[in-house]
């Protein structure tokens, strides 16, 4: 009766069971044995040696303590198949008794944590593939528990800080290594996260406590609260930005430079303008008076000068603009204004350029007022800017489009010729300093690639944005203005 109950208890087992004479021969086993050994059925009474004559002898012994009265147990041991599969066991090895205490056999329970082990290995790889990482990018990792104010850190949060590996630091010590112009801030940060903000990032210097360098460093880190709401623990990363903070600064110092350089010729190349451009005019004034085949040559010669003159003075007052805009210098004078109106006067101070290459303009602007809220004179400034770079950019005879329209609580601009295009690449830099959006040909009328800068830069001051659109090189161009444009009623003219 005794053995019965035993075999049913085993057949029974939520696990992986077994149950075997002394000779290791089936008696009994469980479902879940059949599972984690991956087979479909076992006939009693058939040797355990031979349904596995892969057993190792190491679990031979095992069974021969057993069978000697001894428990044994393996928490976790690696099984390699027939088959050539590996399947990781937890088992525990005991000896059965039957009813008059004589050992018939042994029982084996037996579970498959071979999932439970392939986790573990692809998180112990993971964390050596982060740590390798951490290494390489010389990422420092820090781990705070708040309320023992105990810290963990990597080798690499030690070595960008300069202090040895392994020493017991408190939050205190952190910030001690955090230069003094920085501290308030570096903790300002830190106790708005903890009081509930719980994002952490920001860039500071430190003065590294072995050699005393400033180092630049970013951390980024998030505090983690109880269910009452306590801050109980931080974490995050830190990395050297030094090289960076230290490439900012050259360029700032580059684009200072540049823009006091840019200043100082467009003061010095404007100082001459003056006399020159009265020079011309006192010139043609002279010569209109001679009706000779000469005096006409003269006035063609001046005419010609004249326009240059002008190219010249619009281009240092754009090279002037600029650099003061840098600087922050320019501030709009900002009324209620039609747009249309602004439009119209900036197609009449381009006029001269349409008609010296026989281009068309066609307009298509409403008929009613749109009302715009900005500067009137640089709106215009940006729209003679476009129109002036189309007329550049389009061959003799060719056509210029310019329109308006509204879009919602915005007024859009449109600027379209039939020229030379825009190459793909240089769509996303047109806007940039100096950049030329004309061919390559340097037999071609190019200007210096400031116009297009300075009206993105306006625009962009009023609150709007400016896009440029081609279809390639022989395709034209499109310069598309968006302003803000609240429906208000206009109360001043154009100044």
Avoid at 191 to 216: E, F, M, T
Avoid at 449 to 470: C, F, K
Wanted: with cysteine; hydrophobic share 40%; glycine share 8%.
């Amino acid at each position: 009766m005794y053995l019965a109950e035993l075999r049913l208890f085993i057949e029974d087992a939520p696990i992986g069971a077994a149950m075997f004479d002394r000779e290791m021969r089936y008696v009994a086993f469980s479902h879940y044995w059949l599972v984690n050994h991956r087979i479909e059925h076992i006939q009693l009474g058939r040797s355990h040696y031979e349904v596995f004559p892969e057993i190792p002898a190491r679990w031979k012994e095992v069974h021969r303590r057993a069978l000697a009265g001894e428990t044994i147990r393996e928490a976790e041991d690696e099984f390699h198949r027939a088959d050539g599969s590996t399947v990781w066991l937890k088992w525990e090895t005991r000896p059965w008794r039957d009813s008059d205490g004589t050992i018939g056999g042994v029982i084996i329970f037996c579970d498959d944590i071979t999932p439970q082990k392939q986790a573990e290995e692809a998180l112990r790889q993971a964390l050596v593939r982060q740590r390798l990482a951490q290494s390489a990018g010389h990422v420092g990792v820090w781990d705070w528990e708040i309320r023992p104010n105990r810290t963990y850190l990597n080798d690499e949060w030690y070595e960008l800080y300069g202090l040895p590996k392994g020493a017991e630091l408190a939050y205190e010590d952190f910030l001690a290594r955090v230069h003094p112009d920085d501290r308030a801030a570096v903790h300002d940060v830190m106790q708005s996260a903890l009081a509930g903000r719980g994002v952490i990032n920001h860039d500071y210097r430190v003065l590294r406590a072995d050699d005393g360098a400033l180092r630049w460093l970013s951390s980024m880190g998030e505090v983690y609260f109880d269910a009452r709401g306590e801050a109980v623990r931080a974490m995050g990363a830190v990395h050297d930005i030094t090289e960076r903070k230290e490439m900012e600064g050259a360029l700032r110092e580059t684009d200072r430079r540049r823009s006091e350089f840019l200043a100082m010729l467009a003061h010095e190349l404007r100082n001459p303008l003056t006399p020159i451009s009265n020079a011309v005019d006192v010139l043609y004034q002279l010569s209109e008076s001679d009706a000779s085949t000469a005096g006409e040559k003269k006035r063609a010669v001046l005419q010609m000068a004249r326009r240059q003159v002008d190219y010249l003075s619009r281009l240092v007052n754009d090279l002037l603009d600029m650099t003061r805009i840098s600087h922050g210098k320019i501030s709009l004078e900002r009324k209620d204004a039609d747009l249309v109106e602004l439009l119209i006067h900036a197609a009449e101070l381009v006029q001269p350029k349409f008609d010296a290459k026989r281009q068309a303009l066609v307009t298509n602007l409403p008929a009613t007022p749109m009302p715009v809220h900005g500067d009137p004179v640089r709106l215009t400034q940006v729209f003679a800017n476009l129109l002036g770079n189309a007329a550049r950019y389009t061959d003799h005879g060719g056509r210029i489009e310019l329109s308006a329209r509204r879009e919602g609580e915005e007024a859009v601009v449109a600027v379209r010729d039939n020229g030379q295009g825009i190459q793909p690449d240089m769509l996303g830099s047109i806007f940039e300093m100096f950049a030329q959006a004309g061919p390559s040909d340097p037999a071609s009328q190019r200007g210096l690639g400031v116009g297009l800068a300075l009206a993105n830069n306006l625009v962009r001051m009023h609150g709007g944005t400016i896009e440029a659109r081609s279809e390639g090189p022989g395709r034209g161009s499109e310069f598309i203005v968006r302003l803000p444009a609240p429906r208000i009623a206009v109360r001043a003219p154009l100044a």
